[in-house]
């Protein structure tokens, strides 16, 4: 079982929808990261969250530690949201401590 | 500031063929990694350098892939020779590096897109 679970996998929306990927992690965590990635690779780090919730935008993400679950919202949809949503913990103890566990991601399109 | 740079950007050639790839981090970046991420998955972390020495290198194939950090800045991964499943983006990324592990954002570059036929 991955270490970070995202869902959807995949998520077509139509232009406005207000949007939510769900990530859950099963290890203890220092922080956790929301990354964007377009088409050709390059990833675009949105927000680094280690409680409660931050705003950017039409941006929304949360946490809760307790439940070990965090969320991304998008507000008013847009095509040129369209992207892979990456979630990305970093961990707390273990091997290898401080690097980032990667969720396999969730590829959004959001159709005009 | 510049961010990290990759080169080239895509790179094809065949089963069996050697490769590389370049990486030149943000400067001051002590922290350098690799990751491979094939279709559909998630990143997966190569090897970790601080400075020029080898923090984590668990996941990297040894017998086909190398990767050097020489003078502590750029760095070059190397695959010989490479495996129809090798197919993926490799990404390079850098942080300033925290001794604790937090608050110690990393950035990204491009990635390479690699094809292997």
């Known amino acids: 079982k991955n270490e970070v679970e995202q869902s959807p996998q995949n998520l077509t929306a139509q232009e406005g929808e207000f949007i939510t990927i769900n990530c859950s992690y099963s290890v203890g965590i220092s922080a956790l990261h929301w990354l964007q990635q377009h088409p050709g690779g390059g990833i675009v780090s949105l927000f680094m969250?280690?409680?409660g919730k931050k705003k950017h935008g039409r941006l929304i993400a949360t946490i809760n530690i307790q439940e070990k679950h965090s969320s991304l919202h998008i507000t008013a949809s847009h095509p040129r949201d369209s992207a892979v949503y990456i979630c990305?913990?970093?961990?707390?103890?273990?091997?290898?401590?401080?690097?980032?566990?990667f969720g396999k991601g969730t590829k959004l399109s959001v159709k005009p | 500031e510049a961010g990290v740079a990759q080169s080239p950007r895509y790179k094809i050639i065949e089963k069996r063929q050697s490769v590389a790839f370049w990486c030149n981090p943000i400067?001051?970046?002590?922290?350098l990694y690799w990751y491979q991420q094939i279709l559909g998955q998630g990143p997966k972390l190569l090897i970790q350098?601080?400075?020029?020495?080898?923090?984590?290198d668990s996941q990297l194939p040894k017998d086909r892939f190398s990767a050097e950090r020489l003078k502590g800045v750029d760095s070059t991964l190397k695959i010989q020779p490479a495996k129809l499943e090798d197919s993926a983006v490799y990404l390079c990324?850098?942080?300033?590096?925290?001794?604790?592990?937090?608050?110690?954002?990393?950035?990204f570059g491009p990635g390479t897109r690699l094809t292997v036929l």
């Open positions: 969250l280690s409680s």
């Open positions: 400067s001051g970046h002590a922290t």
């Open positions: 990324a850098s942080s300033r590096g925290s001794t604790s592990g937090r608050w110690d954002t990393q950035y």
């Open positions: 350098f601080q400075n020029n020495g080898v923090v984590d």
């Open positions: 990305a913990v970093r961990k707390r103890y273990g091997g290898s401590q401080g690097n980032l566990i």
